[in-house]
């Protein structure tokens, strides 16, 4: 998983360096939202595709790393990084978890594939307990970490 890291990482940045000559030159920021969309929608067909033409249980780790599942979750933080929110209340609790970003980042898929190996994660129910638990788990040993002297300078 650390070289999927690495990769997603640096196609963030050289994305970023892209998107962001492209609104300067073009000035067509819903040009460039509608083709997010386009690929997002795209590429989600295609991992349903996969997900539901598959004869047998694939867990969901099976598709991390897949070009069709990378390009939706990076279109899918295109779509979601232009949305903006006027309401403080939100905006402060928004904060407050992307502050802890940087922990579920590393940590959500070992302790995923810790948890799968463990729990069979067989239903939609499941899925989403244990993708919102994770979360919190991460959030809150984030919150720990930056605590902690050493680890503060890291997370």
């Known amino acids: 998983?650390?070289?999927l890291y690495l990769?997603?990482?640096?196609?963030g940045i050289w994305l970023n360096d892209v998107l962001s000559i492209?609104?300067?030159?073009?000035?067509?920021?819903?040009?460039?939202?509608?083709?997010?969309?386009g690929v997002n929608l795209i590429t989600l067909s295609?991992?349903?595709?996969?997900?539901?033409?598959?004869a047998e249980f694939?867990?969901?780790t099976t598709y991390y790393g897949r070009w069709y599942y990378s390009a939706w979750l990076i279109t899918l933080f295109i779509l979601v990084g232009a949305i903006r929110i006027s309401n403080e209340k939100i905006r402060s609790v928004l904060a407050i978890l992307a502050d802890g970003t940087f922990a579920v980042y590393m940590l959500h898929l070992p302790?995923?594939?810790l948890l799968a190996k463990e729990i069979p994660i067989n239903s939609t129910l499941?899925?989403?307990?244990?993708?919102?638990?994770l979360f919190a788990l991460c959030e809150l040993l984030s919150c720990i970490f930056k605590k902690t002297p050493l680890l503060r300078k890291i997370i």
């Open 46 to 54: 295609i991992y349903f595709y996969f997900v539901l033409g598959s």
């Open 22 to 37: 492209l609104r300067k030159y073009l000035n067509a920021p819903r040009f460039l939202l509608l083709l997010a969309a």
């Open 126 to 133: 499941k899925a989403i307990t244990v993708i919102v638990g």
């Open 58 to 60: 694939l867990y969901p």
């Open 7 to 11: 990769t997603y990482f640096v196609v």
């Open 111 to 113: 302790l995923l594939n």
């Open 1 to 3: 998983w650390i070289p």
